[in-house]
């Protein structure tokens, strides 16, 4: 039996396109902000299951032009197109969420790409990744990070005998309505950015459009699972500036799973397309190419090294997928692939079961004080004293360090029982345990962040690779000092075991005849 989910809003302090439109909701009073006439959408009822990956907030005007007629044949994707994305994600079935940024060119010849220049919030650098059929009828993900490019074969593992699958079909709302899945949900406003304003005081230059919203639920019983894809797109109209939205152009998409990965695909995620471009000149066949890394100092150039779907697996911990495209979590950990090889001098330090007596000291004290010495004179890294960043700046900064990790270290210290291991084996657990952490009273929240601090210090220096650390700090990110009073506050609350486990690395740094816990 598929079991409901219930939940509690929190309000994000972001917004999206229309203010709270793409925001989850249980009532009408939770989408005041979105639009003129915010409403809570349950398009397939409000007795369908897993509510949390459906429901959002909508501009629903009680009057809608009749004209035109309603038709699943307009949910069709153009053959070619290109928008400005901006996505709203919410990983699990915390209430929290994310925006990501960036533009997404689709062409039915060739492929789909993604190009963000914003995960999760954070900036740094540019992250593109595509879908690509131009050079022969198997398909690829292709990722570029800098200088860096990757091939992936993209593939199905619930599909016998073709595990390689093809390009995305733009008509994937019409096959689902064919299959009997998806449903009209009604004609809705969606707002989109039509032109960019003109200096640093200027808006956007905005319309609101009516759209007609389509979706499409899949419930899998015998797994317990209820995946929902819906789409909006616009009737067909021009304003008097002469602008046209063409009928058919998708201006928003939200997909739902009741089985959400962090690491892979998020419980609700609503994607705002703007600056809609359509047919030639929306984006050329080289969009959707392998890119070669070049050397102009060596005037060489390389095409994109292909990695096999095992040694994918090894990196993310599944298999690629076509629709890992649109997804901000994935690209997250995607961007340092180019960096996951840890070099000799990384392996060495991560075999070494003690550090050398230049890293330790006789107390506490002592031993971070020295510590932090190391990470004060280390090259184009800012740091800062732990209780001078918030909780929310350490946590932003734990989820990026924890997507720049390199598998190969964790499996050096989790085979030798080394405590450097990490404690979370997936974003999801790593969520859990920040939202835990960040309703603490103020009894425990300054011994958590301590904990928190001696962490995420542990992991820079040792679960990335040197090309990781150095991809890390060119996100403009501040890592916190090492506390360096040792808390001996003690007591049933979690937070007291935690703290043990947070500096047990540090405790290591010790010399054994003054380790105390």
């Keep these: 039996m598929i079991r409901p989910i219930s939940f509690v809003l929190v309000t994000p302090v972001l917004g999206t396109p229309g203010g709270t439109c793409g925001y989850e909701c249980t009532t009408d009073s939770d989408c005041s902000g979105c639009g003129n006439d915010g409403k809570c959408n349950y398009p397939h009822g409000k007795d369908a299951p897993y509510l949390p990956t459906m429901v959002s907030c909508v501009d629903a005007p009680d009057a809608v032009p009749p004209y035109p007629d309603y038709n699943i044949e307009d949910t069709v994707w153009p053959d070619q197109w290109s928008a400005d994305i901006e996505a709203w994600t919410y990983t699990g079935w915390e209430s929290d969420a994310s925006k990501s940024t960036g533009r997404y060119l689709y062409d039915s010849r060739y492929g789909s790409k993604a190009v963000y220049d914003m995960l999760h919030g954070q900036k740094g650098g540019v992250m593109q990744a595509w879908n690509s059929n131009i050079a022969g009828s198997s398909s690829k993900m292709y990722l570029k990070a800098g200088d860096y490019c990757f091939g992936f074969p993209i593939v199905d593992p619930g599909v016998d005998d073709t595990p390689y699958i093809y390009l995305e079909r733009p008509d994937w709302m019409k ?92 419980r609700m995620n609503t994607v705002f397309h703007s600056m809609l471009k359509m047919g030639e000149g929306s984006s050329k066949p080289a ?35 076509k629709e890992h495209i649109r997804s901000p979590a994935f690209m997250s950990r995607a961007r340092f692939a180019p960096h996951a090889k840890a070099n000799q001098q990384d392996l060495h330090r991560a075999k070494k079961p003690k550090p050398g007596s230049f890293f330790q000291g006789s107390t506490f004290q002592e031993t971070m004080t020295k510590l932090n010495v190391v990470l004060k004179a280390e090259s184009d890294l800012t740091v800062k004293p732990c209780d001078d960043l918030s909780m929310l700046e350490l946590h932003k900064l734990q989820r990026l360090l924890f997507d720049a990790r390199t598998p190969e270290l964790e499996q050096i210290y989790k085979d030798a029982g080394d405590t450097r291991s990490m404690s979370f084996a997936d974003v999801h657990a790593l969520e859990k345990e920040q939202k835990w952490r960040a309703e603490l009273s103020d009894d425990f929240s300054g011994k958590a962040k301590a904990g928190l601090c001696h962490e995420m210090v542990m992991w820079f220096v040792h679960h990335l690779s040197a090309d990781a650390r150095q991809a890390v700090k060119g996100f403009d990110v501040t890592l916190p ?9 003690n007591g049933d609350h979690p937070v007291h075991n935690r703290y043990t486990e947070q500096v047990s690395c540090a405790i290591c740094h010790m010399l054994p005849s003054d380790v105390t816990v």
Excluded at 240 to 264: C, H, L, M, Y
Excluded at 301 to 312: V, Y
Excluded at 481 to 489: A, K, W
């Design 481 to 489: 000092l090492l506390p360096e009073v040792h808390n001996t506050t």
């Design 175 to 266: 096959s689902c309505h064919a299959a009997g899945f998806a449903r009209y949900v009604g004609r809705e406003k969606v707002e989109v950015i039509k032109k960019v304003g003109v200096g640093v005081f200027s808006d956007p230059d905005t319309k609101t459009i009516w759209t007609d919203h389509w979706s499409c639920n899949i419930q899998y019983e015998k797994v317990n699972q209820s995946i929902t894809f819906a789409q909006w797109h616009a009737l067909g109209e021009s304003d008097e500036s002469g602008d046209w939205f063409p009928k058919g152009a998708p201006v928003r998409i939200t997909a739902g799973n009741s089985q959400p990965d962090p690491q892979q695909s998020p």
């Design 287 to 321: 969009d959707f190419q392998w890119e070669p890394n070049c050397n102009p100092e060596m005037t060489w150039c390389t095409q994109c090294p292909s990695i096999e779907d095992e040694a994918a697996r090894a990196f993310f911990g599944h298999s690629v997928r």
